[in-house]
């Protein structure tokens, strides 16, 4: 099944990639022919039962993951074909990263967090950009602490924090609220939305919670690594 959006300005654009993770009797064939454009500035969420393959298509635009077959074409460029630090080097420019888990360097403060892709994309003043974006989640009184001193909610802002400090075009989160209270992941996803409106980012999580999705100005629904029939594209305010 493709799932194509009409537009010439796609900053994401999978055409029949297929992906098989594992060797002999554990093989399993985890992207089947998915072929799917996201729009710049779109909210994409993509929903589906467990095992259907959404995190790996994340993975896969993230350029984590290298495909069997078809081509994959992030921000304008084919990650097809290339090494792994050209692979790395473009993803630190153009794709940022939040996980469930939030996955901050538990010996570094929040500051020192947020400050790592800034150093690696050769920032002049890595700290004070890390100051600023660390301000713009609402943790300018804590970027002192490290994050076994912070709270999930608070961890999840860092890792945002981080993800969005090289400001890059696209922002991918497999499961952002997945690990925090209701009240906290309401907060959370109120932050990664506006966030991306107001830089003009494109968003594309992979979630379970159904008022996430909800939220997303298209859902791409996927099931035994393929992805389904999705309402047509419908760009956010």
């Not at 298209?218 to 393929?226: D, E, H, L, N, T």
């Amino acid at each position: 099944m493709s799932e194509a959006v009409s537009t010439t300005d796609a900053v994401i654009e999978l055409r029949d990639v297929s992906l098989t993770l594992g060797k002999g009797a554990s093989r399993v064939h985890v992207l089947k022919d998915v072929s799917l454009s996201v729009a710049r500035g779109e909210t994409a969420g993509i929903v589906g039962p467990s095992g259907s393959g959404k995190s790996t298509l994340l993975m896969v635009i993230a350029g984590l993951e290298r495909v069997d077959g078809g081509t994959v074409t992030i921000a304008g460029e084919t990650l097809n074909g290339r090494s792994e630090d050209e692979v790395a080097s473009f993803r630190g420019r153009n794709v940022g990263i939040v996980f469930q888990s939030f996955h901050l360097i538990p010996n570094m403060t929040a500051l020192e967090n947020v400050a790592v892709p800034l150093e690696l994309a050769g920032c002049k003043d890595p700290f004070l950009v890390a100051e600023g974006e660390l301000a713009a989640v609402g943790l300018g009184d804590r970027m002192t602490h490290y994050p076994g001193a912070l709270s999930g909610g608070e961890q999840q802002r860092v890792a945002i924090a981080r993800a969005l400090a090289p400001e890059p075009p696209i922002l991918i989160a497999d499961e952002p609220t997945g690990n925090l209270d209701q009240a906290t992941g309401r907060q959370i996803t109120d932050l990664l939305f506006a966030t991306a409106a107001r830089r003009g980012t494109t968003l594309v999580l992979v979630t379970h919670d159904a008022a996430l999705a909800a939220r997303c100005g298209r859902q791409i629904a996927m099931r035994s690594g393929r992805i389904e029939a999705t309402p047509a594209l419908a760009r956010t305010a």
